[in-house]
């Protein structure tokens, strides 16, 4: 299910301009490799969040290949980090590689684990959190999330539009979105009426959570 015309969306390729090989490098393997990242506009959004904000300490859930997090961990100011949680055995070792090749292993540290259990254990606070794994996880986490989340902090959260199917009529679901569908309609809610913070929802990429903290 589209969240945008097809037109707009390759008007927007075209007009791209990312100059860095190595993301398109990633891409592409992400792309070839049937890896769920990022994107590249929501990814665009998030560096221009990071730059404006200029975080101290980013927290990232869900790492996979690392494509995210090289993205903000670019645009971070020196001394700043970015912590990214990743449960995959698989995506560990792709991604710890990956890091190396951008050269910005000093400001990112891999925790590897469940985020269940790995959050829970953190002592500092973060001034931005993205939040993007399973979403029949999204609910827990979120709570994890404010507890880290200093006051003003950003919270930003991937797939709330779900490729569309959240929007969609029941009979438009393909049986296997139908139960991640379910947990992302049931998320967008909470999302939106939690009183800890001001959310929005934009229809950026796959549909990007915006919350702040009050």
Aim: aromatic residues 10%; hydrophobic residues 40%; proline residues 3%.
């Amino acid at each position: 299910m589209p969240i945008h015309y097809t037109n707009q969306i390759t008007y927007l390729e075209k007009l791209r301009n990312e100059e860095d090989s190595f993301i398109l490098e990633l891409e592409t393997f992400a792309k070839e490799n049937k890896i769920p990242i990022l994107n590249w506009n929501s990814a665009e959004f998030l560096e221009q969040l990071i730059i404006i904000t200029k975080p101290e300490r980013v927290l990232e859930i869900g790492t996979a290949i690392g494509y995210s997090t090289i993205r903000i961990a670019r645009n971070l100011n020196s001394g700043a980090t970015v912590d990214t949680i990743e449960l995959s055995r698989n995506n560990i070792p792709i991604a710890e590689n990956n890091f190396i090749k951008s050269g910005l292993t000093e400001k990112i540290k891999l925790l590897e684990g469940n985020a269940k259990d790995i959050m829970p254990q953190l002592k500092d606070k973060y001034n931005f959190i993205f939040l993007d794994v399973d979403k029949e996880d999204y609910e827990e986490l979120f709570y994890l999330s404010l507890t880290l989340l200093e006051k003003n902090g950003i919270l930003f959260v991937d797939n709330l539009l779900w490729q569309g199917y959240a929007a969609s009529d029941d009979t438009q679901i393909p049986k296997k979105y139908k139960r991640s569908t379910d947990h992302i309609r049931k998320f967008n809610k909470l999302f939106l009426n939690e009183s800890v913070i001001n959310s929005s929802i934009l229809p950026i990429g796959d549909g990007i959570g915006l919350g702040i903290k009050k």
